[in-house]
T-cell receptor, first 111, second 113 residues
Framework: SQQGEEDPQALSIQEGENATMNCSYKTSINNLQWYRQNSGRGLVHLILIRSNEREKHSGRLRVTLDTSKKSSSLLITASRAADTASYFCATDRGGSYIPTFGRGTSLIVHP | DSGVTQTPKHLITATGQRVTLRCSPRSGDLSVYWYQQSLDQGLQFLIQYYNGEERAKGNILERFSAQQFPDLHSELNLSSLELGDSALYFC????????????FGPGTRLLVL
């Protein structure tokens, strides 16, 4: 089974609204990363948060990490149509440095 | 553009055949990772090479093999292809072998008929 699982599987919003995606994982991690994938394209790294960090910002992105709940959230503020993509969280387990990807959240932002 | 290149972009072949996918990492990156992405399995890690040597192995079938050459480019060989091998195959690279952000190539779309 996947180490990281994103929720919801799909999200449809209007331009200008905020989008929140969640990721839950099962075992302890060194860090958690979020990636974006436009349809049929390669993944693009968005942000990395380490296990000793609780929150991180990058432009319109805000990521939180709660290691006690083994969960993370990605917030995209003031969404744009160009944000339409699939978003994946990737975790590397405590003893391994290979990121394990979830199945992703498909985000559609309507103009 | 991530700086990682993959060839070919598309590949259509028949069951039982063998294909080779090629990846050139970003300049200076020593690690190469191969992933398979399919609708039912999601993004699956296959194998990692670091500076020419195998570093980690994931869900890679015995029919699949890979190598990284002295110039750091990598090839993924898929043999005795089955319908279920149809998928997007991504290569990613990173500077080192651990805890590093990965940069993904555009992928090779393989269709096995």
């Amino acid at each position: 089974s996947q180490q990281g699982e994103e929720d919801p599987q799909a999200l449809s919003i209007q331009e200008g609204e905020n989008a929140t995606m969640n990721c839950s994982y099962k075992t302890s991690i060194n860090n958690l990363q979020w990636y974006r994938q436009n349809s049929g394209r390669g993944l693009v790294h968005l942000i990395l948060i380490r296990s000793n960090e609780r929150e991180k910002h990058s432009g319109r992105l805000r990521v939180t990490l709660d290691t006690s709940k083994k969960s993370s959230s990605l917030l995209i503020t003031a969404s744009r149509a160009a944000d339409t993509a699939s978003y994946f969280c990737a975790t590397d387990r405590g003893g391994s440095y290979i990121p394990t990807f979830g199945r992703g959240t498909s985000l559609i932002v309507h103009p | 553009d991530s700086g990682v290149t993959q060839t070919p972009k598309h590949l259509i072949t028949a069951t039982g055949q063998r294909v080779t996918l090629r990846c050139s990492p970003r300049s200076g990156d020593l690690s190469v990772y191969w992933y398979q992405q399919s609708l039912d399995q999601g993004l699956q890690f296959l194998i990692q090479y670091y500076n020419g040597e195998e570093r980690a192995k994931g869900n890679i079938l015995e029919r699949f093999s890979a190598q990284q050459f002295p110039d750091l480019h990598s090839e993924l060989n898929l043999s005795s292809l089955e319908l279920g091998d149809s998928a997007l195959y991504f290569c990613a690279s990173s500077e080192g072998g651990r805890k590093e952000t990965q940069y993904f190539g555009p992928g090779t779309r393989l269709l096995v008929l």
